[in-house]
C-alpha cells in the first residue's frame, strides 16, 4: 500500500503492513513537502521524511515534478477540485 516513490513498473516505490499506515506516509510526505514544522502525531514513517527538502510545495501546482512529474499534474489536481466543487 502507498506506493511512495514510484516511478515505474520497475520501480514500485515503498509499502507498508496495511492502508492506515500508508495513508500516513502520504499525508506525512505531503507535509514534508508543504511545511517546515514536525509530525503531529509520531511516529514518522514516510521513510523519506527526514530526507525531502522541507517546505517547497506551498500549493498544489509546487507539487508538479516533486510529488508526479506529469508536467501537467498540478493543472491536473485542480481541474478535479473544480469539479468536485461544481466549479468550471
Known sequence: MCG???TGPDEPGESFK????G?????????????TESINNPPIVDPRFDYMNRGVAFT???LTGRWAMD????????SILRRLHGVS
Open 4 to 6: 511512495l516513490g514510484a
Open 18 to 21: 496495511d492502508v492506515a499506515t
Open 23 to 35: 495513508v500516513k506516509a502520504r499525508i506525512q510526505h505531503l507535509k514534508a513537502y508543504g511545511s
Open 60 to 62: 498544489v501546482h509546487c
Open 71 to 78: 508536467p501537467d499534474y498540478g493543472k491536473k489536481i485542480m
